[in-house]
């Protein structure tokens, strides 16, 4: 079920009362998790209201969690940017290994079939498969959370050393001047930087992880 709403806090006990009399009425069992953009962890007032569904998970949106580290960047239109935020939304998710074999196999009969390869290798198979493909017929899956704590560690590493240079001539009372314009790819002194960086806790990826 999903619900709108128009309020924060305390505004929403209504609505969650609302719901939780509705799937009683109903006859329905208790939802099995829940995705928030903030207090997924610890006795927030949420899992307070939510006293009825005592089993009931509570995760993290994923969207909001990558948020966090994109408001460290200096500016979306970084030439880096969007470089950054594919990565990080990698080391968060994996294709399913049952999936990709499946598809694999299905791609190894289609090319033998229609006689464009009599052996195809590994490498041929993954030359001609497309992301369309691994959309449609392939699950997504978050890596857990030891592995994701590592690739996005790696990745902020990397990140922070990235500066672009750009080199700006300047005609000043018939003078020619030569600027170096210094970007960098993460704000280094900003509050933001700070929320970014606190996200990188092992703590906050545990509320991001699917059943496996």
């Given at each position: 079920?999903?619900?709108?709403?128009?309020?924060?806090?305390?505004?929403?006990?209504?609505?969650?009362n609302g719901v939780v009399?509705?799937?009683?009425?109903?006859?329905?069992?208790?939802?099995?998790?829940?995705?928030?953009d903030r207090d997924c962890?610890?006795?927030?007032?949420?899992?307070?209201?939510?006293?009825?569904?005592?089993?009931?998970?509570?995760?993290?949106?994923?969207?909001?969690?990558?948020?966090?580290?994109?408001?460290?960047?200096?500016?979306?239109?970084?030439?880096?940017?969007?470089?950054?935020?594919?990565?990080?939304?990698?080391?968060?998710?994996?294709?399913?290994?049952?999936?990709?074999?499946?598809?694999?196999?299905?791609?190894?009969?289609?090319?033998?079939?229609?006689?464009?390869?009599?052996?195809?290798?590994?490498?041929?198979?993954?030359?001609?498969?497309?992301?369309?493909?691994?959309?449609?017929?392939?699950?997504?899956?978050?890596?857990?959370?030891?592995?994701?704590?590592?690739?996005?560690?790696?990745?902020?590493?990397?990140?922070?050393?990235?500066?672009?240079?750009?080199?700006?001539?300047?005609?000043?009372?018939?003078?020619?001047?030569?600027?170096?314009?210094?970007?960098?790819?993460?704000?280094?002194?900003?509050?933001?930087?700070?929320?970014?960086?606190?996200?990188?806790?092992?703590?906050?990826?545990?509320?991001?992880?699917?059943?496996?």
């Open positions: 079920m999903s619900v709108l709403t128009a309020s924060e806090g305390v505004g929403l006990w209504p609505m969650i009399d509705r799937y009683d009425r109903a006859g329905e069992p208790p939802a099995q998790a829940i995705y928030v962890c610890g006795d927030s007032q949420l899992r307070r209201w939510f006293h009825a569904w005592p089993n009931m998970v509570f995760r993290l949106d994923i969207w909001h969690f990558m948020r966090r580290f994109s408001m460290g960047c200096s500016t979306d239109s970084h030439i880096l940017y969007s470089t950054f935020m594919k990565r990080l939304s990698k080391a968060i998710f994996e294709w399913s290994a049952e999936d990709l074999e499946a598809l694999r196999q299905a791609k190894r009969l289609e090319l033998m079939t229609q006689h464009m390869m009599e052996a195809p290798t590994r490498e041929d198979i993954v030359r001609w498969m497309t992301k369309s493909e691994l959309a449609t017929y392939c699950r997504r899956r978050t890596r857990g959370t030891e592995e994701t704590t590592r690739l996005i560690g790696k990745l902020y590493c990397k990140s922070y050393n990235i500066t672009i240079f750009f080199n700006l001539v300047a005609c000043v009372h018939y003078n020619y001047l030569q600027y170096t314009i210094i970007i960098s790819l993460l704000q280094t002194n900003s509050s933001r930087h700070s929320w970014a960086t606190r996200a990188r806790t092992p703590t906050g990826y545990r509320c991001l992880m699917s059943r496996r």
